[in-house]
């Protein structure tokens, strides 16, 4: 599978997530993970070598990418590798476009502030320019930062309604918390699933992997 995580907006958990996402493929057995670092910011290659130093090994396997050719680039890994995830820059790239048209998923983060929600008009305008070169791309929409109260917060449901209502697009109802432990445990090459972290962040291990079990159930159903 090719996940792309993606916006057209900077500081909202794209590579936080690119790089839990990366982890969690890692960890079932035998998958072999490619993580593409296609932002100049080189966050994601950081945070792996970072992994490395720590662990000896991260896991998976890093490189960066960038520029209109990706699209080539991830064709050929695709043979190689069980699954990709690709981290793009907080703009509307040439990388981010041509990950996309050989993505199976496109991973919008957003938190629920009036900025990022405004972005989601050139998202949408990205997806539709897109379509015609893949119709098969599922896009999720996951709101990050969200209070603890999670799923079960009326402030979310009215803002997931009011974005369904405005934008014509459902958010995922598995959001992930604004927790200090994801900018903690990046810091020092780990992310909440690995067992330095985990064993005291039980709930942050619980909203990843429901959100990533969401999506990697639902690729695979389709
Ligand atoms: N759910 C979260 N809870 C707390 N901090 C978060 C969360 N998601 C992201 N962050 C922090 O927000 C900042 C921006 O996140 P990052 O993943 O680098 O965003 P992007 O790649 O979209 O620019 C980082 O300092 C990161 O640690
Ligand atoms: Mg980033």
Known sequence: MVITIGSVKGGVGKSTIATT??????????????????DSQGTSCYFTSLRQEQRGTAGYTS????????HEEIRSLVRRYDDIVVDVGG????????????????????????????ALRDVLELLDQLKPFNPNLTTFFVANRTDYRGTKSSAFEEMATS????????????????RIAYSKAAGTGYTVLDPEYANQEPKAVAEVTTLFNHITQALEKR
């Open 21 to 38: 996402l990366a982890v969690f493929l890692s960890q079932k057995s035998d998958n072999k993970v490619m993580l593409i670092d296609a």
């Open 163 to 178: 974005i369904e209502e405005a934008y014509g697009i459902s958010l995922l109802p598995h959001t992930l918390s604004n």
């Open 91 to 118: 703009r509307d790239t040439a990388s981010q476009r041509a990950a996309l048209a050989v993505s199976d998923a496109y991973v919008v983060p957003l938190s629920l502030q009036a900025f990022d929600i405004w």
């Open 63 to 70: 490189v960066e990418l960038t520029g209109n050719k990706l």
